[in-house]
């Protein structure tokens, strides 16, 4: 089994909200990083949002600063990524990624992704 499990994709209006959710493994505790990628048609895959493991500090996209928030739940083992005023450019698949090393790299575990669709 994926030491990364995302939940929570679906369909969106504009202007709507989803929650994801990314349940990791205990061996992910001790990994420095957790972040979120996604991936729309025909484009590459992009860093949404981080959020450090070692300070807990955050970083975001441009394009989703102040309307998404990434955090982690200690107590469920659990990295969440609230996404609020949805716009159709927000369509992809979205995945978690924990990195061990480093602040989301993009080099360590992946899960398998939930797909996101934002549509009137």
């Known amino acids: 089994q994926s030491p990364l499990v995302e939940s929570g994709g679906g369909l969106a209006q504009p202007g709507g909200s989803l929650s994801l959710s990314c349940a990791f493994s205990?061996?992910?505790?001790?990994?420095?990083?957790i972040g979120w990628f996604r991936q729309a048609p025909t484009k590459e895959r992009e860093g949404v949002a981080c959020?450090?493991?070692?300070?807990?500090?955050?970083s975001y996209a441009e394009s989703v600063k102040g309307r998404f928030a990434i955090s982690k739940d200690n107590t469920e083992n659990t990295v969440r990524l609230r996404m609020n005023s949805l716009k159709p450019e927000d369509t992809a698949i979205y995945y978690c990624?924990?990195?061990?090393?480093?602040?989301?790299?993009?080099?360590?575990?992946w899960g398998r992704g939930t797909r996101v669709t934002v549509s009137a």
């Open positions: 959020v450090s493991f070692v300070d807990g500090r955050t």
């Open positions: 205990s061996l992910i505790a001790d990994y420095a990083s």
């Open positions: 990624s924990a990195d061990p090393e480093y602040f989301c790299s993009g080099a360590g575990d």
